[in-house]
């Protein structure tokens, strides 16, 4: 019997991670939405093309959390996107307000399943998520450095005509303006990138990074992201159903790490079948340790904002 993923949110996000899935051919999937008609329409569409693309997987659409029973993973894309002049922190008490019904009703029938969290903001999402379901903090994670990571290497790749697949971008911190992006430690075949990029271009491309999903919330007017940050899902779902310790940049409980503590925050993760195997510490210089100290302070502060409004219970 194929592993089980729950993908909750039938949106653009959602059901383009279900097409990232089912191409990996690596579980059967379940596709929920509020919106009746909807995730049932997606997942038929998806299930139509697996003849052509030659993979025998499972999709199912439905309104009912029920189905969901018995997960592998459970990934949370629902929530409102960002709109032109918004920041992640604007659809804090809205989207947790979401994702805590999310995360109650899945937990209900997947006490044993990874969760992956997607909506923003997304560090405080990830935090909410473990409060509401008091499971083990290892076994939630939040989808974010891949995504500010891939970004970078996509903008280096661009700057350079080096071929992605020479570039190692590591982005760290909170999913947000404060990011962290590690110049020093990213490279394009070893070589680091202050050493390859003169340092006004590294610079752009830096605040391009921070800025990339209010780039592309710019250009579309009418939603944000959907194609890479589904991609990175599909990336973190794979890499634990496969049990593959595969070491990315995700959202992880810290406990001291970095010296951060009690939040959700962006460092190098080892995914595995127990989701969290291992967060590694890079040697970072003082001003690197400042800028992911602005970042984690940033999340803190988003936390507390959380603890005020809304209720755990």
């Known amino acids: 019997m194929k592993p089980k993923i729950s993908i909750i949110g039938a949106g653009m996000t959602g059901s383009t991670t279900a097409h990232w899935l089912a191409e990996r051919e690596i579980a059967d999937i379940v596709l929920v939405d509020i919106v009746e008609g909807m995730p049932q329409g997606k997942a038929l569409d998806m299930t139509e093309a697996m003849p052509v693309v030659g993979k025998d997987v499972s999709i199912l659409g439905t309104n009912d959390y029920a189905d969901t029973k018995d997960s592998d993973i459970v990934i949370i894309t629902a929530g409102l996107p960002r709109k032109p002049g918004m920041s992640r922190e604007d659809l804090l008490v809205k989207n947790a307000n979401i994702v805590g019904t ?3 009703e899945t937990y209900k029938y ?3 399943a990874i969760f992956l969290i997607l909506t923003n ?22 989808q974010a450095g891949i995504l500010d990571s891939a970004r970078m290497s ?9 071929s992605v697949e020479n570039i190692n971008c590591y982005v760290l911190g909170g999913h ?3 990011m962290v992006p590690l110049t ?6 070893g070589v680091p990138l202050n050493k390859y990029l003169p340092k006004e271009k590294l610079d752009a491309i830096v605040q391009r990074t921070r800025k990339g999903g209010g780039e592309i919330v710019g250009l579309l007017k009418t939603g944000s992201a959907f194609y890479a940050p589904s991609a990175a899902l599909a990336q973190m779902a794979e890499a ?23 939040i959700f925050f962006g460092v190098p993760t080892m995914l595995g079948r127990n989701g969290v195997e291992k967060i590694i510490e890079y040697e970072l210089n003082d001003e690197e340790m ?16 959380l603890k005020s409004l809304v209720s755990f219970e």
């Open 102 to 104: 999310v995360a109650r």
């Open 110 to 112: 997947s006490p044993n």
């Open 121 to 142: 903001p997304l560090d405080t999402m990830t935090y909410m998520t473990m409060k509401v379901t008091g499971i083990d903090p290892r076994k939630v994670i939040g």
């Open 154 to 162: 996509a903008f280096i790749a661009m700057e350079t005509g080096v």
């Open 176 to 178: 947000g303006d404060s």
């Open 184 to 189: 020093r430690h990213s490279n394009i075949a």
């Open 240 to 262: 634990i159903l496969k049990d593959k310790h595969l070491i990315v940049p995700c959202a992880a409980y810290m406990q001291g790490e970095y010296g951060v503590e009690g």
């Open 290 to 305: 400042a800028a992911l100290k602005v970042s984690a302070d940033a999340v803190h502060k988003s936390v507390e904002k």
